[in-house]
């Protein structure tokens, strides 16, 4: 069969080139449910779930995983109420690709930083309980869609004044944002900070009655020379802040 319930360990780990799985369903685990780790090896994941991993005294269990020069590319999956990230790429292979949904994570819905050329197709995240998606120390980034609704409380100790953003972004630059849509956020719409170029085509923020301190759109801590479009923010105390050096 092809699902693993309550199994110690990680449900599906890749180590080696051109893995591919498709219509895999994980739960349960006490690690990481999907993970690529190690540079040459790749994995495509293709209409799958994972869901519920849980937390042990030392760690906690990422939906999706891709590490240490590990590249993934993911299409139609979703990950949901895992004890970590729904998705977390940090010092993951440069060129993965991810379209897919989270939902209800303890933490973040996208988490990647350190990649290089990550593409983002269509990504979803509702009710993630800190960034709906998080971008870090990265350059090169083209996402397509992006939409990221009800982000929660954060948990496990991470700082009040970023709970709930809907994406942000730090240290990335000459980056492409077709699309961002942020609804129902008690912290930023989008927060950049130290994020230099980038783009945003399209960008729809509506705080629907969550929360009243945190502005729509904040851009800090030596963001310069980024380009907004079509931009609409309704519903915040403040639209857009600008500190540091300035947008």
């Given at each position: 069969?092809?699902?693993?319930?309550?199994?110690?360990?990680?449900?599906?780990?890749c180590?080696?080139?051109?893995c591919?799985?498709?219509?895999?369903?994980?739960?349960?685990?006490?690690?990481?449910?999907?993970?690529?780790?190690?540079?040459?090896?790749?994995?495509?994941?293709?209409?799958?779930?994972?869901?519920?991993?849980?937390?042990?005294?030392?760690?906690?269990?990422?939906?999706?995983?891709?590490?240490?020069?590990?590249?993934?590319?993911?299409?139609?999956?979703?990950?949901?109420?895992?004890?970590?990230?729904?998705?977390y790429?940090?010092?993951?292979?440069?060129?993965?690709?991810?379209?897919?949904?989270?939902?209800?994570?303890?933490?973040?819905?996208?988490?990647?930083?350190?990649?290089?050329?990550?593409s983002?197709?269509?990504?979803?995240?509702?009710?993630?309980?800190?960034?709906?998606?998080?971008?870090?120390?990265?350059?090169?980034?083209?996402?397509?869609?992006?939409?990221?609704?009800?982000?929660?409380?954060?948990?496990?100790?991470?700082?009040?004044?970023?709970?709930?953003s809907?994406?942000?972004?730090f240290?990335?630059?000459?980056?492409?944002?077709?699309?961002?849509?942020?609804?129902?956020?008690?912290?930023?719409g989008?927060?950049?900070?130290?994020?230099?170029?980038?783009?945003?085509?399209?960008?729809?923020?509506?705080?629907?009655?969550?929360?009243?301190?945190?502005?729509?759109?904040?851009?800090?801590?030596?963001?310069?020379?980024?380009?907004?479009?079509?931009?609409?923010?309704?519903?915040?105390?403040?639209?857009?802040?600008?500190?540091?050096?300035?947008?």
């Amino acid at each position: 069969g092809n699902r693993s319930a309550g199994a110690q360990g990680g449900g599906l780990l890749c180590e080696a080139p051109a893995c591919a799985v498709s219509g895999v369903h994980v739960v349960g685990m006490t690690t990481n449910g999907i993970q690529v780790i190690g540079a040459g090896s790749s994995l495509t994941v293709v209409g799958s779930t994972v869901s519920g991993t849980v937390a042990s005294e030392s760690w906690s269990g990422n939906g999706i995983d891709a590490a240490n020069g590990g590249v993934l590319h993911v299409s139609g999956t979703t990950s949901t109420d895992n004890s970590g990230s729904g998705f977390y790429l940090i010092a993951a292979g440069a060129g993965c690709s991810i379209s897919g949904n989270s939902a209800d994570n303890r933490q973040t819905g996208l988490e990647a930083g350190s990649t290089g050329s990550l593409s983002i197709g269509t990504f979803v995240s509702d009710a993630d309980s800190h960034y709906g998606i998080d971008l870090s120390e990265d350059s090169g980034v083209q996402a397509n869609s992006i939409t990221a609704s009800n982000t929660g409380a954060a948990e496990g100790g991470f700082p009040v004044n970023t709970t709930g953003s809907g994406v942000a972004l730090f240290g990335v630059s000459n980056s492409t944002f077709v699309s961002i849509t942020v609804t129902g956020m008690p912290g930023f719409g989008l927060d950049v900070a130290r994020s230099t170029t980038n783009t945003f085509d399209s960008l729809t923020i509506a705080r629907d009655g969550k929360g009243t301190v945190n502005p729509g759109i904040n851009l800090d801590h030596d963001s310069a020379d980024n380009v907004f479009e079509d931009t609409s923010v309704t519903g915040t105390s403040v639209g857009v802040n600008i500190g540091g050096s300035g947008a």
